[in-house]
T-cell receptor
């Protein structure tokens, strides 16, 4: 089954304690991205990657890091989480370009609470 | 800066009625306009999408109407069913091959279909 998986699904942590949210896709997609979803703001892009070892900032990158060492994995790293990073996080993947079927597939989400 | 404005924030429709959600965009470089459906505890899933070279696209009970001159597009759900109760996001993507595939999302509409 084609899918994007994220782990963990739920996480409660404390300010300053480094954490990593993993994302993996099995569709051989070049493009991967992280979004955060906040009430009244929709989804906003944090970071994206066009391919292995190619990453760049989205609209709200402050406080986050990513890496893309393998095509299927795109972890999101919070080096020193703060309460304003409490949010619902989604990983997504797709093929790049304007192909008719370059639908962006989303993972099930990770709900993060930073105390 | 909210590049895609979505309304209403919430919508209650009787079963069998027509649900209408509206979006307006600012960036004329956008050339792909998807609608995503999100159920509680799940990631967004592509529902239907349109490109600006057509004014309407229909898939089953779901129709996108697109007005390029007004920079507006809307989702119509005909014969709305309780199973359609979800949050709906409009989105837009900029026209560039091999660039950022970022989706710019609206703020979402929580749709409730009552019996």
């Amino acid at each position: 089954e084609a899918q994007v998986t994220q782990n963990p699904r739920y996480l409660i942590t404390v300010t300053g304690k480094k954490l990593t949210v993993t994302c993996s896709q099995n569709m051989n997609h070049e493009y991967m991205s992280w979004y955060r979803q906040d009430p009244g703001l929709g989804l906003r892009q944090i970071y994206y990657s066009m391919n292995v070892e190619v990453t760049d900032k989205g609209d709200v990158p402050e406080g986050y890091k990513v890496s893309r060492k393998e095509k299927r994995n795109f972890p999101l790293i919070l080096e020193s989480p703060s309460p304003n990073q409490t949010s619902l996080y989604f990983c997504a993947s797709s093929r790049p370009g304007l192909a008719a079927n370059n639908e962006q597939f989303f993972g099930p989400g990770t709900r993060l609470t930073v105390l | 800066q909210q590049q895609v404005k979505q309304s209403p924030q919430s919508l209650i429709v009787q079963k069998g009625g027509i649900s209408i959600i509206n979006c307006a965009y600012e960036n004329t470089a956008f050339d792909y306009f998807p609608w995503y459906q999100q159920f509680p505890g799940k990631g967004p899933a592509l529902l239907i999408a349109i490109r600006p070279d057509v004014s309407e696209k229909k898939e089953g009970r779901f129709t996108i109407s697109f007005n390029k001159s007004a920079k507006q597009f809307s989702l119509h759900i005909m014969d709305s069913q309780p199973g359609d109760s979800a949050t709906y996001f409009c989105a837009a993507k900029g026209g560039s091959n091999f660039g950022n595939e970022k989706l710019t999302f609206g703020t979402g509409t929580r749709l409730t279909i009552i019996p």
